[in-house]
């Protein structure tokens, strides 16, 4: 048995209004309520963190955001919103570098460097997320493309804050696909990016990084990818939209 607690991630992405985010907790915390065995947090869209953090509070579910700016003070930046002010609305995490990010808004590994040190530096979890395409699969190059993105965007962070994030491994060609990586194979790339970590940071920071699958994480599959040891969790974009799906996964 690993050492590490498991944590259970939502990513609404975008989807669900205030009110429906209200809803939803309405519905998910008591189904959660005992779950001692694993940590909780869901993350939806910029305009529902107020709502969520309000529903969230006194509960041991956490609330993050999808994304932050790479600037931690105030200014003319229209469209974006800080680490700091997330942290005032209430969240605990943010989700960085997600391959929707990477694809279609000109994230690079530069700039998942650059907010991963904004959200350490405002107190928020990041949720780092690497993951391969399918044709880098097919061409044999997901290793090369887990140590690029692992090389530009997470290790030149220092040790102390390496020790503050949250890897997420979520496999491009798994996303929304219903094709779920099998447990075997999220694992064999857990097992070279926690190989990376010992590589850069050492022992210890390898032995202690949580690594979160995401892509496809289903109440009837989550059982056999949280059987591997290498698997500290999951990232979960659809089947978190419906709190008795989600709540039977946090609860796998
Ligand atoms: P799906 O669970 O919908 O495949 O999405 C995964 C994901 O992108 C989570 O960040």
Not at 32 to 59: Q, R, Y
Not at 207 to 214: K, N, T
Request: with cysteine; net charge neutral.
């Amino acid at each position: 048995m690993s050492a590490r607690r498991p944590l259970m991630a939502g990513n609404w992405k975008m989807y669900k209004t205030p009110a429906q985010t209200a809803e939803f907790f309405e519905k998910f915390l008591p189904l959660v309520a005992e779950s001692s065995h694993a940590d909780v947090l869901i993350c939806p869209p910029f305009l529902n963190l107020t709502a969520a953090a309000g529903a969230a509070a006194g509960s041991k579910v956490a609330v993050g955001a999808q994304n932050c700016h790479w600037e931690t003070k105030e200014g003319a930046f229209t469209g974006e919103v800080s680490a700091p002010m997330l942290k005032a609305a209430g969240c605990a995490a943010v989700i960085i570098g997600h391959s929707e990010r990477r694809q279609f808004f000109g994230e690079t590994d530069a700039t998942v460097l650059k907010r991963t040190q904004a959200a350490l530096a405002s107190g928020l979890l990041p949720v780092v997320c690497v993951g391969e395409r399918l044709e880098e699969r097919e061409s044999g190059r997901t290793g090369d493309v887990l140590r690029a993105q692992f090389t530009d965007g997470i290790a030149p962070l220092e040790a102390a804050g390496f020790a503050k994030i949250v890897i997420a491994y979520e496999p491009v060609w798994a996303i929304g696909t219903g094709k779920v990586a099998t447990p075997e194979m999220a694992a064999e790339a857990h097992r070279s990016l926690r190989a990376l970590v010992e590589a850069r940071y050492g022992k210890e920071a390898a032995a202690a990084v949580r690594i979160l699958y995401g892509g496809s994480v289903k109440p009837d599959n989550v059982k056999g990818l949280m059987a591997q040891v290498e698997i500290d969790g999951t990232l979960v974009g659809g089947a978190s939209l419906d709190p008795v799906g989600f709540a039977s996964i946090v609860n796998f």
